[in-house]
């Protein structure tokens, strides 16, 4: 049985999204369209895609706990209520 991780797997197709600028200084800007207000910099595009991730998951974290409504990427949608399962099918 395959282990799904549907974090893990929002973070790498929200991310898959992220669109790169470079700057006129020659820094780095990125974004990821879908998820409003989530931008890095950083001064190469190693950094700034390191960093973007980074608020990615701050971002999320923060949405999840103010109870705020995130975006469907690629069929995954974190506003769904957990459900639990019985320690039978562990």
């Known amino acids: 049985m395959a282990v799904k991780f549907i ?9 898959a999204q992220a669109v790169y600028d470079k700057l006129e ?3 780095f800007a990125g974004k ?3 998820c409003k207000g989530v ?11 390191d960093e973007l991730r980074s ?7 923060l ?7 995130l975006p469907v990427i690629n069929n ?3 506003n769904k209520e957990p ?5 039978d099918t562990l």
């Open 32 to 34: 990821i369209p879908a």
């Open 55 to 61: 608020t990615l998951e701050d971002w999320i974290l």
């Open 76 to 78: 995954i949608d974190l």
């Open 63 to 69: 949405g999840l706990k103010l109870g705020h409504s």
């Open 83 to 87: 459900t639990l399962e019985s320690m």
């Open 39 to 49: 931008i890095a910099f950083g001064s190469t595009l190693r950094e700034c895609e």
């Open 7 to 15: 974090l893990s797997d929002y973070v790498e197709q929200a991310t």
């Open 25 to 27: 200084d020659g820094t």
